[in-house]
């Protein structure tokens, strides 16, 4: 069964420095999403993608987050510098605009530790 | 935008008794209510999802209930056993946008 693939699984920065998560989606899969999920909380939108076209980014701290998704295939989220209050899982999530199901299919997460 | 209230947010059963989870809304153009399972370090699944045209759904030992009316949908475990031990999460949304819960971690006691 084919899944959502992220890299990498876990990330240990100093706060200022630059870090980078990559999300493959599902193949096939139009929508794209990212997810900070907090310890103790729920999965929280930062970035929503149609093909290559962000539809919603309002969540996305825009001065240290950026984020892509150039041929509408994989994605990459960027955090630039980071800071401690950073520290959090980064979920990527893919869902198909067809078919009639759009069920949102979850990568494993990358685990991201700032110092 | 869209506020999703989710309790308890732990919850402790015995192996053989039901779990129930209860989630509340705040947007009534929510149409799409999903339930997803994670388990200890491994990616939230779905387990279960319900739409707004109906009010019960039912797949094996769990079943999903909503009440549009009062903005609340509920997760129904019966005859747990030690792999329902996990996190738990409803969402409630769209098909093209969601917004979740804080979570529940049941526990299945032996």
């Known amino acids: 069964e084919a899944e959502v693939a992220q890299s990498p699984r876990y990330k240990i920065t100093e706060k200022s420095q630059a870090v980078a998560f990559w999300c493959d989606p599902i193949s096939g899969h139009a929508t794209l999403y990212w997810y900070r999920q907090i310890l103790g909380q729920g999965p929280e939108l930062l970035v929503q993608?149609?093909?290559?076209?962000?539809?919603?980014d309002s969540q996305l701290p825009k001065d240290r987050f950026s984020a892509e998704r150039l041929k509408g295939v994989d994605s990459t989220l960027k955090i630039q510098p980071a800071e401690l209050g950073d520290s959090a899982m980064y979920l990527c999530a893919s869902s198909s605009t067809s078919g009639g199901t759009y069920e949102q299919y979850f990568g494993p997460g990358t685990r991201l530790t700032v110092t | 935008g869209e506020n999703v209230e989710q309790h308890p947010s732990t919850l402790s059963v015995q192996e053989g008794d039901s779990a129930v989870i209860k989630c509340t809304y705040s947007d009534s153009a929510s149409n799409y209510f999903p339930w997803y399972k994670q388990e200890l370090g491994k990616r939230p699944q779905l387990i279960i999802d319900?739409?707004?045209?109906?009010g019960e759904k039912k797949d094996q030992r769990i079943a999903v209930t909503l009440n549009k009316t009062a903005k609340h949908f509920s997760l129904h475990i019966t005859e747990t056993q030690p792999e329902d031990s996990a996190v738990y999460f409803c969402a409630a949304g769209n098909d093209y946008k969601l917004s979740f819960g804080a979570g529940t971690t049941v526990t299945v006691r032996a």
């Open positions: 993608f149609q093909d290559e076209s962000v539809v919603d």
């Open positions: 319900i739409r707004s045209n109906v």
